[in-house]
């Protein structure tokens, strides 16, 4: 029986996806601060393909589930990671990456 490998190319896991996503955004920038919500419009703006916008996480709780997968291979990149809240009074979650 032949090989599936020719048909299906190594599809692309969400983690993979987000890491490209985040070290393609902070390589020209020295740092980046926003909600989930805001990393998931970044991430898509990096011209996905159907497939990889298919994997991608879809809302911001499953988007910070993966990050804390990705955390220690952006960290040993060079690139800091930190979860916080604002200090006004919604409290919004953020996440500022920084190199």
Do not use: C, Y
């Amino acid at each position: 029986m032949a090989s599936n490998s020719k048909k299906n190319p190594q599809k692309v896991t969400s983690d993979e996806l987000v890491f490209r996503g985040i070290k393609s955004m902070i390589r020209n920038r020295r740092s980046w601060s926003g909600t989930m919500t805001d990393l998931i419009s970044v991430i898509r703006n990096t011209k996905l393909s159907t497939e990889e916008n298919h994997v991608m996480p879809k809302g911001p709780a499953a988007l910070r589930v993966v990050v804390n997968r990705v955390v220690n291979r952006l960290r040993s990149r060079g690139i800091s990671v930190k979860f916080g809240r604002t200090t006004d009074h919604m409290r919004t979650r953020f996440v500022k990456f920084a190199r």
